[in-house]
Nanobody, 122 residues
Framework: QVQLVESGGGLVQAGGSLRLSCAASGNIFSINAMGWYRQAPGKQRELVAVISSGGTTNYADSVKGRFTISRDNAENTVILQMNSLKPEDTAVYYC????????????????WGKGTLVTVSS
């Protein structure tokens, strides 16, 4: 099993920045991709950004150029730097991890954190 713990959410004004962090523990050697999803009230959970163990990234169109995902394999953490935040970025942000042999694009992530709330005021 893998445990994921997010931190760094909060309240920020539009145009501001936040940095989310996710720390993985447990069977970390089973993890391939890690990333961030978000769920706004009344909406489905959606992919924000994902990074593979080799560093390949995948971003939602809505965050390209504003958000940057990075990963520290030695520390088993993934970071989401969010700049130029907009009110529509308001959501609960979830960290997810994909097992080797699985595909997050097809099956979704295999492990999830509990989420951290990001609120962007206008």
């Amino acid at each position: 099993q893998v445990q994921l713990v997010e931190s760094g959410g909060g309240l920020v004004q539009a145009g501001g920045s936040l940095r989310l962090s996710c720390a993985a523990s447990g069977n970390i050697f089973s993890i391939n991709a890690m990333g961030w999803y978000r769920q706004a009230p009344g909406k489905q959970r959606e992919l924000v950004a994902v990074i593979s163990s080799g560093g390949t990234t995948n971003y939602a169109d809505s965050v390209k150029g504003r958000f940057t995902i990075s990963r520290d394999n030695a520390e088993n953490t993934v970071i989401l730097q969010m700049n130029s935040l907009k009110p529509e970025d308001t959501a609960v942000y979830y960290c997810g991890a994909e097992r080797y042999g699985s595909s997050y694009l097809v099956e979704g992530m295999n492990y999830w954190g509990k989420g951290t709330l990001v609120t962007v005021s206008s």
